[in-house]
């Protein structure tokens, strides 16, 4: 099992950057694949990026790629989201999540959860 704690979010104006991490917690973090999702007030949480256990494969959201970047530190048990060029778009709950599944991009295929942590893009 892996617990994880999300921090970083904040308010920032269209066009700037926020970087989000995500501490772990727990057995074998380095197993796991990791994602992150957003949830914006009335929608359904989304797939934004992932990364695979060993940081050898990203993935992206079509909305996101381009802006944002996904890396991993193994030896300090985080995860890290850099958001760049932030639309009001972007404004949502975002949430790291852990997974044994490859090829993960769907909210079903993740085991673990974060609390998220508010990001507010001002246009």
């Not at 850099?82 to 778009?89: D, G, I, P």
Request: hydrophobic letters at 35%; one cysteine or more; aromatic letters at 12%.
């Amino acid at each position: 099992q892996v617990q994880l704690v999300e921090s970083g979010g904040g308010l920032v104006q269209a066009g700037g950057s926020l970087r989000l991490s995500c501490a772990a917690s727990g057995r074998s973090f380095s197993s796991y694949n990791m994602g992150w999702f957003r949830q914006a007030p009335g929608k359904e949480r989304e797939f934004v990026a992932a990364i695979s256990w060993n940081g050898g494969n990203t993935y992206y959201a079509d909305s996101v790629k381009g802006r944002f970047t996904v890396s991993r530190d193994n030896a300090k048990n985080t995860v890290s989201l850099q958001m760049n060029s932030l639309k009001s778009e972007d404004t949502a709950v975002y949430y790291c999540a852990a997974t044994s599944r490859i090829y993960a991009i769907a909210v079903t295929q993740y085991d673990y959860w974060g609390q998220g942590t508010q990001v507010t893009v001002s246009s």
